[in-house]
């Protein structure tokens, strides 16, 4: 069991331009999903993956982000034309169908100047 | 929609002192209950969790808590706090497949 990784850990963008995070979740897990975490919050939904499907999108997930996890293994999720609004520490977690206890990665934090 | 309140953004108590860190849930059906704690610029982990067994659940670094259906309640206790218990926890409620977290509360310790 290496752990929830994820890439990059730290990642400051202009407004306007596009970033992409990937995150690789415990092996044998085929849950995935995506949280945005604010200062002073506690973590968002944003998406989860059962295996490749895309299962439950929030409405926090605007037009401008996606999320993929294209053979079921790791996930990247997408911000297009980025807004200051979206700086963000971004965390993904996996699990396993049941039980369902989320194991999360140490996340990316977004700055967007 | 299920969710979550952390009663005290910030609790702050002594090296040795019980910690009480307080946790009402909504939900409409029986729940799952999770505690994970977060320290700075890293992911959450976890330090405990319910799922309809014993109310009294231990978890890990000598922390546990207490389901209390009546009050849905879900408080995290430890009866010494270390200096290193110093982070955010944060509650959190999961029920068909949605998982909502609390606002979390920043233990902070003193020596």
């Known amino acids: 069991d290496t752990g929830v990784s994820q890439n990059p850990r730290h990642k400051i963008t202009k407004r306007g331009q596009n970033v992409t995070f990937r995150c690789d979740p415990i092996?044998?897990?085929?849950?995935l999903y995506w949280y945005r975490q604010t200062l002073g919050q506690g973590p968002e939904f944003l998406t989860y993956?059962?295996?490749?499907?895309?299962?439950?999108k929030s409405r926090l997930l605007s037009d401008r982000f996606s999320a993929e996890r294209p053979k079921g293994s790791f996930s990247t999720l997408e911000i297009q034309r980025t807004e200051q609004g979206d700086s963000a520490m971004y965390l993904c977690?996996?699990?396993?169908?049941?039980?369902?206890?989320?194991?999360f990665g140490p996340g990316t934090r977004l700055t967007v100047l | 929609a299920q969710s979550v309140t952390q009663l005290g953004s910030h609790v702050s108590v002594s090296e040795g002192a019980l910690v009480l860190l307080r946790c009402n849930y909504s939900?409409?059906?029986?729940?799952?209950l999770f505690w994970y704690v977060q320290y700075p610029n890293q992911g959450l982990q976890l330090l405990l969790k319910?799922?309809?067994?014993?109310?009294l659940v231990k978890g890990i670094n000598g922390f546990e808590a207490e389901f209390k259906k009546s009050e849905t309640s879900f408080h995290l206790t430890k009866p010494s706090a270390h200096m290193s218990d110093a982070a955010e926890y944060f509650c959190?409620?999961?029920?068909?497949?949605?998982?909502?977290f609390g606002a979390g509360t920043r233990l902070t310790v003193k020596p």
């Open positions: 977690a996996s699990s396993r169908t049941t039980p369902n206890e989320q194991f």
């Open positions: 092996s044998e897990h085929n849950r």
């Open positions: 993956f059962q295996n490749e499907a895309q299962l439950e």
């Open positions: 939900s409409s059906v029986p729940p799952y």
């Open positions: 319910y799922t309809s067994a014993a109310t």
């Open positions: 959190a409620v999961y029920n068909n497949n949605d998982m909502r």
